[in-house]
């Protein structure tokens, strides 16, 4: 079973997506230096098609960036409350906090936090503002731990 720990979960809170913002800052510029190109020598120049080209792909990594957007978004606000519930645990419970590892980056019913060897099945009320534990027993002995270090930059 895979668990994350909260400087895993908050790591994702924070990442960010750069190459695709280079690429399509770089094509928005040769857009714009074929504009110019196609201004000076007029609409019936070669530069015409290039910028018909380009335009497409222009809106092409528009799309794409506005899904990332969306992704990203999603990743954060789920990150963010789940490290919120770590954290809430951690003061409320007594437990530091790099003792604690959830088997979800994201927070639902019947998530399995483990606090050092101890299992526990979580269950929330339906707006998500409190929460039972239950202790529970795992079957294989195997567990994976995410952790901070295993995020790529």
Do not use: C
Not at 36 to 61: A, H
């Amino acid at each position: 079973m895979d668990f994350y720990t909260l400087s895993y979960v908050e790591s994702l809170a924070v990442g960010g997506q750069t190459w695709g913002f280079i690429i399509l800052v770089t094509v928005l510029l040769a857009l714009l230096v074929l504009g110019v190109q196609v201004l000076r020598n007029g609409l019936t120049s070669r530069y015409r098609d290039l910028m018909v080209i380009l335009s497409l792909i222009v809106v092409f990594f528009l799309g794409l960036e506005y899904q990332e957007y969306n992704r990203m978004k999603t990743y954060s606000e789920d990150s963010s409350r789940m490290a919120q519930f770590l954290h809430s645990f951690s003061t409320e419970q007594s437990v530091p906090s790099a003792q604690l590892a959830v088997n979800s980056l994201k927070i639902r019913n019947g998530m399995i936090l483990k606090v050092n060897d101890i299992y526990y099945e979580v269950q929330f009320n339906p707006e998500f503002s409190t929460y039972t534990i239950t202790r529970v027993y795992k079957v294989s002995s195997t567990d994976r731990i995410h952790d901070k270090a295993d995020v790529l930059p």
